[in-house]
DNA sequence: AGACCAAATATGGTCAGACCATACATCCTG
DNA sequence: CAGGATGTATGGTCTGACCATATTTGGTCT
């Protein structure tokens, strides 16, 4: 009974509430896409027939969701401008649901592990030829990748090499081709960004973490998805050895 | 250069930015966690110097992002009350976005593809005996499996069908014991509920779905990692056959 | 003493109006 | 025609008021 919904399920819903369901119920009725822009607060507050407050919530809201943004001023970039962040919104859920202790790191470095897996046989196994309209962006990811493994040769300190490390990572992300995957893992790498400096300085050399970084990059370019999986999950396994598939 | 920054990365923050700072740091240094209650509206403005609308702009973001829950009226519960809903806050944020267009139908799928492979084969390797604080759930969670099951078979139509589905591939997510990979997948399922629906329409039988069902739970009672992955892999292809490996 | 009902009160929900900050639009001037 | 001064639309913020809700308190009747 303790543990009873703390929700109002029937109640009234709130009038920012609402407004989200009408800006919701516009952008998919009218199409509205990445780029258009919605009415300004006074003139939705006055067309839904509620106070400017309950709409700044709802935008409030969408902003958090990293669905629009808001600008001030005039001109054709100035109000809320349908945008597309979902990373922003994920990376904020993760760290404040850390800090809650609502999720634990273990969790969401088996979550990285699972996802990173996953993007290297997809990307190893994604026909780079195609017309799929992602291929142009896969190409570039894979490039975006040999260029991080240099910048982690030269980094000077832990926390550079993980940066470079992030952006190594994010691009095999992306060369999977599918961006709820980058996004989420955007928001793992963001939330472990001080535990994996902690694991660079605790391993010492970073010679053997480039190695596989280079195996992971060939794998894929060969297009040998076995090898790919491998070699992640051994560099994996290299970086965080106390999360293996058995505890 | 049209796809500037639309950021200000330098601009002074909002005031509902501070208190949401503000906030955090709270939570974090005070250790607070689920079930804590925060400040009044009235006494958090007062205490930060701003105005109680940027109070509530900033408790409607840790509303959205499943953080806090409000409640009118008086007495223990009333108040922000600190909670833990990633998944609410994720079935937003994948609603918003696919109907943005930001991310595609066939994204999530192949999302959720990765993570029931990953869950299924956790769940069933995951120490039914040990000492992990998941253990109870994960025993449950294996019971909850088979009554989805039994009622998957009672149901009347493809809609009661799904929902039963849901639960079972839920609870298959629970038994892997990642609180992460629920949220996840709870939103991710929910997202997805139109199209299971006319993914069973167009099958017309669920006697093969079900046979499946069967050969996950037991895969996963017996501790047999690698059947239970097979079973879930070769699930999936009957669900969603065009959403294969190699598309 | 107990039960029940009414008033007080604390809390979120909402609105209206005012004012500030920002940044483009417009117009006036040289 | 160039450039600055002014206008204006937009978001950002505050204040104060009032409403809705739910508990707490206290009084009253039995």
């Known amino acids: ?31 509205l896409t990445v780029g258009d822009r919605l009415p300004g607060e006074r003139q939705l507050a006055e067309q839904l027939g509620v106070g400017r407050s ?12 990293g669905v629009v943004a808001s600008q001030a001023g005039r001109g054709p970039d100035a109000g809320a401008v349908l945008t597309s962040r979902p990373g922003d919104a994920l990376t904020d859920l993760l760290r404040l649901h850390l ?29 780079t030829l195609s017309a799929s309209p992602l291929t142009a962006s896969a190409r570039t990811a894979t490039a975006r990748m040999a260029e991080a493994i240099a910048a982690m040769d030269a980094a000077r300190d832990p926390a550079e090499f993980v940066e470079h490390d992030i952006a190594f990572h994010l691009a095999l992300a992306e060369a999977a081709g599918n961006r709820l995957i980058v996004a ?14 902690d694991a660079v300085v605790r391993l010492g050399d970073t010679g053997g973490l480039q190695d596989d970084h280079r195996r992971i990059h060939r794998a894929i370019e060969d297009g040998d998805a076995g090898a790919a999986t491998d070699a992640v999950a051994e560099h994996l396994a290299r970086a965080y050895p106390e999360s293996g598939r058995d505890s």
């Open 1 to 31: 009974m303790t543990t009873e919904e703390r929700r109002r399920p029937d109640a009234r819903p709130r009038a920012f509430e609402e407004v989200l369901a009408r800006i919701e119920e516009r952008i998919t009725a009218d199409g």
């Open 54 to 65: 309950s709409v700044r919530e709802a935008l409030r809201v969408l902003e958090t969701l």
């Open 99 to 127: 800090g809650l202790a609502t999720l634990s790191m273990r969790e969401v470095i088996d979550t990285r592990l699972m996802i990173e897996q996953w993007a290297a046989s997809r990307a190893a196994a994604a026909p």
């Open 184 to 197: 989420i893992m955007r928001a793992l790498r963001d939330a472990l960004r001080r535990y994996a400096v």
